[in-house]
């Protein structure tokens, strides 16, 4: 499975954007959303399942942040919304055959290239 992602860029603090990540192949996986800052661990940020009957978010963009999916467009979604400096990260798609693997910030199976988020403060 590839995945490429798109829809990062450069915000103001409070603004919004909204990553897109497509997938090569229809997939019954699970789909998540990490990121990872200069210097940092690559952490653990949103994961649905195939069917979005299981969210999960990270504590730090709960309230803020929002994960989908469209089946029929191989596709998942992350709005973000009341964006902060310390969101400016490479956000990298991930697919894997199990939700908590994601969601327990485990490696997933597959990745993307990853897209940049720049919040300037």
């Known amino acids: 499975v590839q995945l490429v992602e798109s829809g990062g860029g450069l915000v103001q603090a409070g603004g919004s954007l909204r990553l897109s990540c497509v997938a090569s192949?229809?997939?019954?996986?699970?789909l998540g959303w990490f990121r990872q800052a200069p210097g940092k661990d690559r952490d653990f940020v949103a994961a649905?399942?195939?069917?979005?009957?299981?969210?999960a978010y990270a504590d730090s963009v709960k309230g803020r942040f929002t994960i989908s999916r469209d089946n029929k467009k191989n596709a998942v979604y992350l709005q973000m919304n009341m964006l902060k400096p310390e969101d400016s990260a490479v956000y990298y798609c991930?697919?894997?055959?199990?939700?908590?693997?994601?969601?327990?910030?485990?490696?997933?199976?597959?990745w993307g290239q990853g897209t940049q988020v720049t919040v300037s403060s």
């Open positions: 192949e229809e997939t019954f996986y699970s």
């Open positions: 649905i399942n195939w069917s979005g009957s299981s969210i």
């Open positions: 991930c697919a894997d055959r199990a939700f908590n693997k994601i969601s327990r910030n485990q490696p997933a199976d597959y």
